[in-house]
Every structure is written in structure tokens, then in C-alpha cells.
């Protein structure tokens, strides 16, 4: 089982462009979730989805956008890069049903804004 | 405000033990997770603490005190391989993680 997969592993974007940051699970799970790791911060989290059709913001949601059309799959927009944005992003999942919460992170991607 | 506090980081020696700290300032608490994360890799689920106590798992313990509002991990036999960051997670009343900025741990020969 791949578990969480995310695309591209690292990218180098011009600021001002725009770019989807992808992110597919094969585990059924309900919850999704996108974060960002940046040097001697924790993980911050920039969006969640508790099941497919919805979202939710989360402490960073500023310049990010995400959708949740179907189960397995949760992309993650930067309609204008920053290089604030600069950073690791990491996607997670859980089943949202089990009596406690553990999250499945994919591999990540290294985003570089310039 | 929510603040999740962990000594940025320890250095120990292989065969030995380290604790490592977490303390938190939630609002509210729904459980304490502890993942383990390599350079360079995606965070791993070590262990998952809601009532006080200990929870043992191998040569990993973890314990909590949450009228201290306080976590720690312990490592046993430490090896090589165990290099790595560990981060402290709370699951707050919103049952979203809010998380410590991580705890590196260098272990020495």
C-alpha cells in the first residue's frame, strides 16, 4: 500500500506564479490535512478537510487555497507565490474514527520561492 | 494562546537514556501524540497518551501529567538509528494537533 503520496517532491517557483502542491491517499481515510514546517517553528497547519465536500482554515490559511472533490485526493494552491512561502509542506491524513487521532504524513515537498 | 514548549536540543550516548520534555498551554485537551521524524523524512507516529500515567511500548515510554500540563518521552538502550527530531503534539478542543517545534536528539558514540 503506498499510504500518502505527494507531488512534486521539491519545485523552485518564480514569485508571483501559481502552483498546486498534490496530495493523494489510498488508506479511505476521512480527514486530510496540509501543513507547513519551517526552521524552529512546529508544524503549522494551513488547511483541513474532515470528509470529502468540505474544508476548514487552519492557523496559516493566508495565500493557500485547497479542495476536497473525492476521498483520496486533497490539493493544496498557491495562487501568487511569496517567498514567505518558502518552506516544507507536508500532507497527513487520518480515519477520523478510530479513539485517537494518529496522522500519516506523506514524504513532503520543498517548496523554494525566489 | 496555545504554546507547546521542548528543548530544542540534547545530546546523549548510545546505550543510554534520554528524557525529553514537552510542556503545553491548550485549549483544552483531547491527548498528547509523540512523533519521531529523521532529517529529511515525513513525521512517524511513536505514541499517544489521554489519561495521566505512564504508556510503555518497547524501548520508547511516555508519560503525562495533564494537571502539570506536562509530557515526557523516554528512550531506553538508546542506538544510532534514533537520531532524529521528536516532536510533542496536543490534540486540542477542536481535536486539530497543535504542535512543539521539535526536539533534536544527537546521540554519540
Known amino acids: 500500500t503506498a499510504g500518502i503520496t505527494q507531488a512534486p517532491t521539491s519545485q523552485i517557483l518564480a514569485a508571483g506564479r501559481s502552483m498546486t502542491l498534490r496530495c493523494t491517499q489510498d488508506?479511505?481515510?476521512?480527514?486530510m490535512y496540509w501543513y507547513r514546517q519551517d526552521l524552529g517553528l512546529g508544524l503549522r497547519l494551513i488547511h483541513y478537510s474532515n470528509t470529502a465536500g468540505t474544508t476548514g482554515k487552519g492557523e496559516v490559511p493566508d495565500g493557500y487555497s485547497v479542495s476536497r472533490a473525492n476521498t483520496d485526493d486533497f490539493p493544496l494552491t498557491l495562487a501568487s507565490a511569496v517567498p514567505s512561502q518558502t518552506s516544507v509542506y507536508f500532507c497527513?491524513?487520518?480515519?477520523?474514527?478510530?479513539?485517537?487521532?494518529?496522522?500519516?504524513f506523506g514524504p513532503g515537498t520543498r517548496l523554494t520561492v525566489l | 494562546g496555545q504554546n507547546i514548549d521542548q528543548p530544542t536540543e540534547m545530546t546523549a550516548t548510545e546505550g543510554a537514556i534520554v528524557q525529553i520534555n514537552c510542556t503545553y498551554q491548550?485549549?483544552?485537551?483531547?491527548?498528547l501524540f509523540w512523533y519521531q521524524q529523521h532529517a529529511g523524512e515525513a513525521p512517524t507516529f511513536l505514541s499517544y497518551n489521554v489519561l495521566d500515567g505512564l504508556e510503555e511500548k518497547g524501548r520508547f515510554s511516555s508519560f503525562l501529567s495533564r494537571s502539570k500540563g506536562y509530557s515526557y518521552l523516554l528512550l531506553k538502550e538508546l542506538q544510532m538509528k534514533d537520531s532524529a527530531s521528536y516532536l510533542c503534539a496536543v490534540e486540542d478542543s477542536n481535536y486539530q494537533l497543535i504542535w512543539g517545534a521539535g526536539t533534536k536528539l544527537i546521540i554519540k558514540p
Open positions: 491548550t485549549s483544552g485537551f483531547n491527548g
Open positions: 497527513a491524513s487520518s480515519d477520523g474514527e478510530s479513539s485517537y487521532n494518529e496522522q500519516f
Open positions: 488508506m479511505r481515510h476521512n480527514a
